[in-house]
């Protein structure tokens, strides 16, 4: 295919991991330790357009509808996209987050994962799903599963071409939703990449994450297949907060827990003990994200709107996998 004349614009939703990926077995292709296992959200996406140009004379990033400096990690990424495709033009890409509020939640996973597709589109190659997986992890390693919708799996693989998601059920027949509880806007200090790299090279519990991680994997899928959202919730508030404990082992040790997110962790467990199935899950920073049932959802909600403002209070069932259109939205 040749080169696109027109703008490109893909569409991915941002993805929670059930079971997190945490280390790399190889950094510069972004091969991970583990296999990983998520679900992908329907609230939270990316819009991208990208066009390749040979007017222009630098890759130019505007996001949010503002021009971004420093685009290496943009570039770096095009680069690959452009070495495939046998280009040598710079590119425009433009990108929106639509996060509800400016929740300081974007996410590295649809950004990736929508990039990936738009550009791979406008250098005129033509991807099926799992070269677009490949691709969208050397991004970022959680976008190779925003490449799919409902529950995904990241096979970690031993090399660039066998380190790839796959979907395990697009649709899933559990009503699950996951409530995004956003208490900190801010920037997060320690990013995930540098927070794996010193859990891997400093925690002394990295081989046992790295064990109990696999059986976590198998448990989850299990409880997919099963529709058991009991197993499910336990295995990945478990897996999560073993994630967490490689921060706090590793040196100079780190936590992404806040003071509120305490709170909320022991909301849900109050929750539980009152008979309401709901678990928590968290990724590299504040944010506590409860896994529960469409039918409690609304109740967990409107308890903890309570004490929290309810923008900051965010359901979201299952979201579809990566998809191209033909405009892009432009309110943020
Ligand atoms: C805690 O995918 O952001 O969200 O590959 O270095 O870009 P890089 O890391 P990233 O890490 C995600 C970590 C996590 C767990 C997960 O999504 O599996």
């Known amino acids: 295919m040749p080169i696109s004349h027109y703008p490109v614009i893909a569409r991915a939703h941002t993805n929670i991991a059930l079971i997190k990926y945490w280390g790399k077995a190889n950094e510069k292709l972004i091969i991970p330790e583990n296999n990983s296992l998520s679900m992908t959200l329907d609230n939270f996406y990316t819009d991208t357009s990208v066009q390749f140009s040979q007017s222009l004379t630098h890759d130019e990033l505007i996001l949010n509808h503002q021009l971004i400096d420093d685009s290496t990690r943009i570039t770096k990424f095009l680069d690959l996209v452009r070495k495939r495709a046998g280009i040598n033009f710079y590119a425009k890409v433009e990108s929106i987050n639509h996060v509800p509020t400016s929740a300081g939640m974007a996410s590295s996973a649809s950004a990736f994962s929508a990039l990936a597709a738009a550009s791979s589109k406008a250098a005129g190659l033509n991807?099926?799903?799992?070269?677009?997986?490949?691709?969208a992890r050397r991004?970022?390693?959680?976008?190779?599963?925003s490449i799919y919708g409902g529950f995904v799996e990241w096979k970690k693989g031993t090399n660039d071409s066998n380190s790839y998601a796959v979907s395990i059920q697009e649709h899933p027949i559990m009503d699950i939703r996951l409530i995004t509880v956003i208490l900190n806007r801010s920037h997060k200090r320690i990013s995930s990449r540098e927070g794996m790299k010193r859990s891997v090279q400093t925690s002394p519990y990295y081989d046992a994450w790295k064990k109990t991680t696999a059986s976590d994997l198998q448990k989850v899928k299990n409880a997919i297949s099963k529709n058991n959202f009991n197993q499910l919730g336990q295995v990945a508030e478990s897996n999560a907060m073993k994630m967490h404990a490689l921060t706090l082992s590793?040196?100079?040790d780190f936590m992404y827990f806040k003071p509120d997110t305490i709170k909320v962790i022991n909301k849900v467990?109050?929750?539980?003990?009152?008979?309401?199935n709901c678990y928590f899950t968290m990724d590299a920073g504040p944010n506590v994200i409860i896994v529960c049932l469409k039918k409690d959802s609304q109740f967990i909600k409107s308890n903890l709107s309570k004490t929290l403002k309810s923008d900051n209070i965010v359901v979201s069932g299952p979201g579809e996998g990566v998809k191209f259109l033909h405009k892009i939205k432009s309110e943020g």
């Open 269 to 276: 467990k109050s929750f539980r003990d009152n008979g309401i």
């Open 250 to 252: 590793a040196w100079p």
């Open 139 to 145: 991004g970022s390693g959680s976008a190779s599963r």
């Open 127 to 135: 991807l099926n799903f799992k070269d677009l997986s490949r691709l």
